[in-house]
């Protein structure tokens, strides 16, 4: 991820620190005042997120530092870490509304509706400026989408949570309350699981999506001079950093050319696939001729 795009996501989070704090302070301190079980789980899920962001922002300015003796790849993981712990805090605190949910149901506990329904529609508003703070991401950067699927979540649990205070304030039925901590948890447990999917694979050093070992050994070798392509490696660093080893066998009498085919090799693999980390070493199957 280049310097600027870093500053800018690292600033963006920041405000949503901020922003998303004060959400939870005011969705903490209501559900506890009127009762609700969707208002205090929604506040745990955002109180969650107040973490995830920090962890997030850290992890940017981490990723700014530059390679060292001890770790020649710069800090670009500790985004991916960071991605990590956001997921597995976000899974944890979804099976602990589901547990609280089902108690509820069990044993309901009365609700002051008007306040829960205010409280829900301010956390909505402030949601909505967050999401529209973190919208125009960079979409490599894992950590800042990953922010702003949190803030998405939170904005739709908070409609979730306007509903049935609605539906609670002209009904009186206080099953829905638990009802909709249900949803909210169902939600945040997927998003939880798409985020740790991606950063387990980028852990286990997996190929990004989109692209194929066998795909970009064939565009390597449609290139003129290149006959055969062998113990090629791609690997994901952090999600803007995507590193390639390859050994390339060239065809006869071409090595007086190789500064060019290497040259065109890492054009391809920039241009075609955002590869702009290459080790490649070039071998001849009859470099003692000609």
Known sequence: M???NIESNSKKLFLSIALTGLIFIAEFGGGLWTGSLALLSDS???FMDVFALLLSYLAIRAAKLPSNDRHTYGYHRMQVLAALANGATLLFISFEILKEAINRFQHPEPIVAGPMLLIAVIGLIVNVIVALVLRDHDHKDLNTRAAFLHVLGDALASVGVIGAGIAIYFTGLLWIDPLM??????????????LLKETVHILA???PDGMTASGVAETMKSISGVAEVHDLHIWTVSPSFVALSAHVILE?????QSENIMTELKQRLDSEYEIEHTTIQFECSNCGQG
């Open 2 to 4: 280049h310097n600027h």
């Open 44 to 46: 745990a899920h955002v």
């Open 181 to 194: 901590s249900v949803l909210i948890s169902v939600l945040i447990l997927v998003s939880s699981g798409r």
């Open 205 to 207: 050093e997996g190929i």
């Open 252 to 256: 006869d009498q071409t090595l007086r």
